[in-house]
């Protein structure tokens, strides 16, 4: 890590992961709609409020509180024929989908999970509004099982749940959330590991091995947003603080990096609250105070507009706070940015403000001392924060920093954070409780019969390590190439191409080497379907066209989504032309530079090589060219000493 000194055993890293991934179905797991995403205008909207109930358990969810107090409504775009009555709530589930559940069942059988005789229907409360019906339906499918890292570690596979995937989230404001269905109902698995993931190696190790694992069954969805991957980071002393949303592999490290500084650095702050002795009572007798009258003539444009529009300024003491919230937590993060995040996400008013950062905003050193005397805070030892809005929202505000504040003593609060692409990470919500499962009374049992046991049982894939091992046997793939083939989300392909009897290496080469470097050329090669990719090693195979042609051809294909190999070559021109042919153009370009080939001799090969390949690059082998022009060159030159 960046932090040279402290090692990740040092800090008692540990780390789990939770993957979703959708998997392959013709149906939706609790109806007959068809699985995909929909790009057209909806046919009709149907509107939803929000609004907390005792679950059965008896208890309010804090995250549902949360999300009530944002005081939204729901918005859900529906399709006439491409939706039913189950996505909207209207009607109860229809019998689990048999494909899907084989799926589960072969994916818990792979990770050698304990599958239960009774599958149990059960409803996890969903309270973003993203599941029209407040609960997503899930069904515990294996538990207990293990996954053999490549360092030969057992990492502990706790759970796999078979599972309806929520709607999509079209856009969201301060007024309402928009969703859409199609996605909704979508077979999904969620796999949960044990936090036992000590390095961002062996989170990326993990996270590969799964990945591959699914992609061998067949029977998972690829590309983009087909897969999404959560991790919680803890370390000694710290809390379990969920990641969502880590995209991309290369994510891990600065993740994890980032989440061990963020979490020393809260440990330490809270040490230092504490040495100055700062309690929660201190914190929490605290009384918000109206300051707008500082800010009567203030240049801070923001405040002006605020105050104008009848909002007011609200100010906290922070009793013991001084130079703790301008503390930075990660470069270009200061801690005041946890606290104004939390507010930001949970009341909606944008930002706070604090005395370690003014003057600044146009507010000034004079405004600063005001807001010191307005709270009776000592500027040597406490911090004020303020607020700007709507009355109401200013003190919801400021009971979040408050909340914030109390939670600064303990060190790490448990919450859920977003991923963000620099390897930041941005406060998403409070950590939920475990309250949030029960049983879905419109269900009944599903009986797991051996006759899917048996199924499950035969379409079992074999482990890509194993494949690994073969392809360096076998196939005679440098380890590197194997293990790059075996974890690509192409593996699957690179199987059935060299069943074509294609060369291995070759396929390899083009799966792994030439993608990336057109990917980084910034072509869209992810967008191109496996089918098109079958077809072209087919036609290669058939001698239509020569391997040099595959770059312009997957280049093409991946900026032409709805045009076929056969659209490529005809729009290239690159189908392979005869050796007659060949020998035709040789022919005509030697009797076109005679005099060269009299001055030269056999050295005239390498300027006619060029004109030669100008002509037929990509139609055919450049070997083949080499060898016929060599041989053209010999006959003519034969034929000119005879004359
Ligand atoms: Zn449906």
Redesign the pocket.
């Known amino acids: 890590m960046a932090n040279s000194t402290v090692s990740y055993s040092d800090v008692g890293l540990r780390v789990g992961l939770e993957i979703h991934q959708q998997l392959k179905s013709r149906r939706?797991l609790f109806?007959?709609?068809k699985p995909e995403l929909i790009k057209e205008e909806p046919d009709f909207t149907v509107i939803r409020y929000m609004r907390p109930t005792l679950g059965e358990t008896g208890e309010i969810d804090p995250t549902m509180l949360k999300e009530f107090k944002k005081g939204r409504y729901v918005v859900y775009q529906v399709y006439k024929d491409k939706?039913?009555?189950?996505?909207i709530d209207e009607i109860p589930p229809h019998e689990v989908d048999r494909e899907s559940l084989v799926t589960s069942i072969m994916i818990a059988k792979l990770f050698k999970m304990k599958i239960p005789d009774i599958l149990v229907v059960s409803r996890k409360q969903y309270l973003d509004g993203s599941v029209p019906s407040g609960f997503q339906r899930t069904i515990l499918v294996g538990l207990e099982g293990y996954l053999e890292l490549s360092n030969g570690k057992k990492l502990g596979i706790t759970h796999i749940c078979l599972e309806e995937d929520a709607a999509r989230k079209i856009s969201e404001d301060a007024e309402k959330i928009v969703f859409r269905v199609d996605r909704l109902?979508i077979p999904l698995i969620e796999i949960g590991t044990k936090p036992d993931l000590n390095s961002p190696d062996e989170v990326l190790d993990a996270a590969l091995r799964i990945g591959s694992l699914l992609r061998a069954t067949r029977r998972v969805l690829r590309g983009l947003g087909t897969i999404r991957q959560d991790i919680n980071v803890s370390i000694s002393g710290g809390a379990r603080v969920e990641i969502k949303g880590v995209q991309r592999p290369e994510w891990f490290k600065p993740l994890i990096d980032n989440e061990i500084k963020r979490q020393l650095k809260l440990i330490e702050l809270s040490k230092v609250l504490k040495d100055r002795g700062v309690t929660d009572e201190i914190i929490r007798e605290q009384e918000p105070v109206d300051v707008s009258d500082v800010f009567t003539d203030t240049k801070a444009k923001f405040i002006k507009k605020a105050l104008k529009k009848g909002g007011i300024v609200l100010a906290l003491r922070l009793p013991g706070f001084s130079n703790v919230l301008g503390e930075e937590i990660l470069p270009g993060r200061r801690f005041g940015k946890e606290f104004a995040e939390r507010v930001s996400v949970i009341v909606g008013l944008a930002g706070i403000i604090h005395t370690d950062e003014l003057p600044a905003y146009g507010i000034s050193d004079k405004e600063k001392q005001k807001l010191f005397e307005k709270t009776n805070s000592d500027p040597e030892k406490d911090a004020v924060v303020i607020v700007v809005g709507p009355k109401d929202k200013a003190y919801a505000a400021l009971d979040e920093v408050k909340e914030r504040a109390i939670l600064a003593l303990r060190g790490v609060p448990p919450e859920t954070r977003k991923a963000n692409p620099d390897g930041t990470t941005s406060f998403e919500r409070p950590i939920g409780t475990a309250a949030r499962l029960y049983p879905d009374t419109d269900s009944s049992h599903i009986r797991i019969t051996a006759d899917i046991l048996e199924e499950a049982e035969r379409k079992l894939p074999e482990y890509p390590w194993v494949r690994e091992e073969k392809y360096i046997k076998e196939l005679r793939l440098p380890p590197e190439i194997a293990m790059r083939i075996v974890m690509s989300e192409r593996s699957e392909l690179f199987e059935d191409i060299i069943k074509l009897g294609v060369n291995p290496k070759l396929v390899a080469t083009v799966l792994i080497d030439l993608m990336t470097s057109l990917r980084r050329e910034g072509y869209p090669i992810d967008d191109i379907s496996d089918e098109k990719i079958y077809d072209l090693f087919k036609i290669f195979k058939q001698g239509k066209i020569s391997k040099e042609a595959f770059p312009d051809i997957i280049a093409f294909l991946s900026k032409n989504s709805d045009k076929t190999v056969g659209d490529a070559l005809r729009s290239l021109k690159v189908e392979t032309i005869s050796l007659n042919e060949l020998e035709k153009i040789i022919d005509q370009i030697i009797e076109r530079n005679l005099h060269l080939l009299k001055e030269r001799g056999e050295r005239a090969f390498k300027p006619l090589m060029g004109d030669v390949m100008r002509v037929v690059r990509g139609k055919v082998d450049g070997k083949i060219v080499s060898q016929t022009l060599q041989r053209k060159i010999a006959e003519k030159l034969a034929q000119i000493g005879k004359e």
């Open positions: 939706k109806c007959y709609c939706n039913c009555l189950y996505e109902g």
